[in-house]
């Protein structure tokens, strides 16, 4: 149990770590925007939801109807979320709403990789919270760097969130579907974005998954028609 507890404890502050420098070029990059600088601490602790947060900072000067709908798609995954881990938040009301204000995708799933129900629980909370506290000191320091600084594409921040995603995506690209749905995507997007406005391009993306929609092979069809 203590050795479980020390690898915990341990992942924890990685991805603390992880988050910092995340929240960090949120920050500065909500600062390069124009935007004031109280914006993205009121995002970091209302909305709490990282890429939303990301894209709603690009989209909102460019197109507000563009902001709100990717926002929406990113958070729709939040319902299945909810139903795999809503009876590990506890069962009072208040449990309830701060557990579901932490939710991320990390937090779910150091939560699912938990057999036992106990370490689960404990797992969630821990996580959640330090993800929570390790974004909002990132944002602070994000703010701080981009006000001081100015510039901040010359800290290289900006590579920061991309990064981190394809750090998250990269132990699932070796499944063949999934490979061919970000390839495709990504092709999507990229033959998209000098045509369309910004932030259309991303949602084009989704596209992608219309390669998860397979014909019956020859073979199938043929055995089917003997039958």
Do not use: K
Request: hydrophobic share 55%.
């Amino acid at each position: 149990m203590r050795t479980i507890q020390r690898t915990l404890l341990r992942d924890a502050a990685a991805i603390a770590a992880a988050m910092v420098a995340v929240g960090a070029s949120f920050g500065a990059i909500a600062i390069a925007y124009g935007l004031p600088t109280w914006v993205p601490f009121l995002m970091s602790t209302v909305v709490f939801a990282g890429g939303s947060q990301f894209l709603a900072v690009g989209l909102l000067a460019a197109s507000p109807v563009a902001a709100v709908l990717a926002g929406l798609l990113l958070n729709a995954r939040h319902f299945p979320f909810g139903m795999a881990i809503g009876s590990v938040m506890g069962n009072r009301w208040r449990d309830r709403l701060i557990g579901s204000h932490v939710m991320t995708d990390e937090v779910v799933a150091f939560t699912l990789a938990e057999p036992d129900p106990t370490q689960r629980r404990r797992t969630y909370w821990l996580i959640g919270i330090t993800l929570f506290t390790s974004w909002n000191i990132g944002t602070a320091l994000g703010v701080l760097l981009g006000t001081a600084v100015g510039d901040y594409e010359s800290l290289g921040l900006d590579a920061a969130f991309p990064a981190a995603l394809l750090a998250l995506i990269l132990p699932s690209m070796r499944d063949r579907p999934t490979r061919i749905v970000a390839l495709a995507g990504a092709a999507i997007a990229v033959a998209a974005t000098p045509v369309l406005p910004a932030g259309l391009p991303v949602l084009c993306a989704l596209l992608g998954l219309l390669t998860l929609i397979r014909r019956p092979s020859s073979s199938r069809l043929s055995s089917e028609a003997e039958a």
